[in-house]
């Protein structure tokens, strides 16, 4: 469901949860987007090749679905609009989670220009400048990559981390390349600009025989 002010609501209710057990949280909520994106595909949802469309379709009409969850699309965070924002209602401590998305082509694929890179510049390093973060500090959040081209996920997992390493792999120690963590969730891990560990997970949802 949608909430008007839910980062109110959080902080308001919010307490300390370990980090391990966010994480684990974290990743049991990443399952059940995954699993909502395969509904879509079985569905045969049609979707532009357009970011914020995608991401209108997959929250309002799907992860809506997830009753224990909030969420809200465009949440303003510091100095940008986060894509998808979730306050997990069904338990006293109500951590949230952040999600970034990017659409993901196969155009330029190792290239500084592109959107492989834009997943890295503008998605990933926004975390690690701490340009997104989470009031929590618990430093782990995630991004969701809708391809919408036809392309080799592994290889292009091989591409991102080629991005990645060319070019903000000259601003932040990259501590584990993009790698796969279990079925359908990747992770990586850096030292953010402030000198602190941050954890991304990735979730790669190919829509690409999907798209008009």
């Known amino acids: 469901m949608f909430e008007s002010n839910l980062e109110g609501q959080a902080s308001s209710l919010f307490k300390s949860i370990a980090i391990e057990d966010y994480n684990s ?8 987007i995954y699993s909502l994106y395969e509904q879509m595909i079985d569905d045969k949802i049609v979707v532009p090749k357009h ?13 809506v679905k997830l009753v ?16 998808i924002y979730i306050i997990e209602d069904f338990s006293e401590a109500k951590p949230e989670f952040l999600i970034e ?3 993901l082509n196969s155009k ?6 592109g959107k492989n ?20 500090n618990l430093y782990t959040n995630a991004m969701i990559g809708y391809i919408v081209d ?29 790698t796969i963590e279990e079925s ?11 000198d602190k560990n941050f954890i991304l997970y990735h979730l790669m949802m190919d829509f690409s025989r999907n798209v008009r």
């Open 184 to 194: 359908n969730i990747y992770k990586s891990i850096y030292r953010t600009i402030q």
């Open 68 to 83: 224990d969850y909030s969420f809200k699309r465009e949440k303003k965070n510091n100095r940008g609009l986060i894509d």
């Open 51 to 63: 970011e914020d469309k995608i991401t209108e379709i997959l929250v309002d009409d799907y992860l």
């Open 108 to 113: 330029n694929l190792r290239g500084e220009k």
């Open 25 to 32: 949280r974290l990743k049991a909520l990443l399952i059940e």
């Open 150 to 178: 036809e392309l080799d996920m592994e290889e292009n997992i091989d591409n991102l981390n080629f991005v990645s390493n060319n070019t903000i792999g000259k601003l932040v120690n990259i501590i584990q390349e993009i």
């Open 117 to 136: 890179a834009e997943y890295i510049k503008n998605g990933i390093y926004r975390f690690l400048s701490e340009q997104y973060f989470s009031y929590n």
């Open 101 to 103: 998305c990017k659409v």
